[in-house]
């Protein structure tokens, strides 16, 4: 090897260190700051803020403002001719941000099984494409029937009722998206991956076709 060459490998290798120690320097730096949470599993994940937000859940369930249409005697329809259709689990989620802290305040433990503490988590949206057919358009079934299976659906918008909204995006396909809330892990960063108010993967999206109607003849 000549004199030049291994001046060339000697200048690699340390702009190499220089970069591992930068990158550990400001991974060392994140952690101090607490925007770095070490998992149990080995993993790491980064915190969008340290702020602690509340997530009272008196306040979600109470908050069923939400103006709907939606059809609450379809549950027990078990055939397409009756006009009741079902998709299930989902096609996509897509986070609203990214983790941050949040309090859980309440009583989460009887309903959902979880001690109020403060737990790394995220809302995610939620997105099924379901079919129409031309000239039609889906219409939710109303999750909070007394009829409704439990457990099947996420929440509707930004509110604590259970549902879903479908929005048409051609003449044969429709989008129901629903909301959740996820639980990566708690500040010890002992991982739960908990799902709420329901699994995803569980998810049945019940609906009927309404035909499109001219309200100008």
Known sequence: MTIISTICVLFGLALNS????????????????GNIISLSDGSKIELTDTT???????????DTDYQTSDISDIFTATTRASGVLRAYGYD????????????????????????????????????KNLSVEKGTYAVAADYTSDKAPKNVMGWKGKTGTI???????????????????????DLSGRVYNKTYPADPSNFVWTYKLEEDQDLWD
């Open 92 to 127: 996509s989620q897509e986070p609203e941000t990214g983790w941050k802290k949040y309090y859980l305040k309440g009583d989460w433990e009887t309903k959902y099984g979880i001690q109020p503490a403060i737990y790394i988590g995220r809302y995610v949206k939620v997105h």
């Open 18 to 33: 220089c970069d591992s120690k930068e990158d550990e320097f400001f991974m060392n730096e994140a952690e101090q700051s």
């Open 163 to 185: 549902g879903f909204i479908p929005t048409l995006k051609s003449d044969y396909v429709a989008e129901g998206e629903t909301r959740i809330f996820i639980i990566n892990c």
């Open 52 to 62: 602690t937000y509340i997530l009272d859940i008196g306040e979600i369930e109470n």
